[in-house]
């Protein structure tokens, strides 16, 4: 039979096919493996002369994709056909609904607690340069306290390849930065909340990661005191963890500010847990934005969102956070 009329054929019976079924017993009939009609010209390809091979093979094989696409979309036809009937009966389909994740979750609480007390919530950059995340921090070049903050570098072009800014990028290693960006465009007194990603390039473990989240906040104006920080982290926390809590203030270093405090809270079994670092902004700080250092006095704090996440959904490792695992998120 030629292949004229094995399309001629097929294309009849395709189209008289009325189901999945009938298609399938036209799809056998003429490309089934063992005895389709198309199938046995394609299989006897290999007799024939180079001449007849090229006469019927080029037509076959179009012939062979041509009818598997016939058939796909009569698939298609019906199936959509089958569906205009409307089985009023038939169950509903259950829709699957996305799920924030909880770190979403948190941001969102720190965001609403810090806006109903007045803060301005602020975004920055995560391409950082060296100026914001250290030198205007009181952190020079040669300065031992930048081994607190390993840092992922960005490869840098040289200025023979062109590159024109002066100073290196790296990925912020946290959201003090932005205290100088702010201030460098802003008047006081303000306070402002900037919730962030940063990164740091050292070991992941059960709290650690590369990537991960902080809030930095920021209160300046002619009399800000400690006194004020305390107010406002502890009524901060209480909002937050929605009941009375034990802090521990210990001072600390850092140096952006001085003096530096660290904060503890006390955790149900007992155990205090370094949730935060703090101070009151330090004079080369305002020096580095301008600032007239004898006007101005301010406090400053920094927070991980990830290891608060961690203590308010009792979540023991930092890394689920980062495992792209929905039957971690749909727990939120
Ligand atoms: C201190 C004083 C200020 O006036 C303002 C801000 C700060 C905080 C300072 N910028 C800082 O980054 N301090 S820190 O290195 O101790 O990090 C702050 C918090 O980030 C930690 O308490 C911890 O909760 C979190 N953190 C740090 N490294 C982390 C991490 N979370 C997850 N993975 C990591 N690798």
Known sequence: MDIETIREKAKNDIRDANDAQACEVVRVRYLGRKDGELTNILKSLKDMSLEEKRKFGVGANELKIELNELIENKLKELSTKKERHLDVTKPGKKVALGHLHPLTHIDKQIRDIFSSINFTIVDGPELEDEYHNFDALNIPADHPARDMWDTFWIKQKTKEDGNKHIGKFLMRTHTSPMQIRYMETHKPPFQI??????????????????????????????????????????????????????????????????????????????????????????????????????????????????RLAMIKYGIPDIRLFYSGDARFTEQF
């Not at 005191?225 to 982290?233: E, M, Q, Y």
């Not at 902004?281 to 920094?302: I, M, P």
């Open 193 to 306: 909340l900037v919730p962030g990603r940063t990164f740091r390039y050292e070991a992941t473990d059960a709290s650690h990661e590369i990537n991960f989240y902080q809030v930095e906040g920021l209160m300046v104006g002619p009399d800000v005191t400690l006194a004020n920080f305390k107010f406002v982290i502890e009524t901060f926390f209480k909002k937050f963890f929605g009941k009375e809590l034990e802090f521990r203030y210990r001072p600390s270093y850092f140096p952006f500010v001085e003096p530096g405090v660290e904060l503890d809270i006390r955790l149900p079994g007992g155990k205090w847990l370094e949730v935060m670092g703090a101070g009151m902004v330090h004079r080369n700080v305002f020096d580095a934005v301008k600032y007239e250092r004898r006007e101005v006095q301010g406090f400053a704090f920094g927070m991980g969102l990830d």
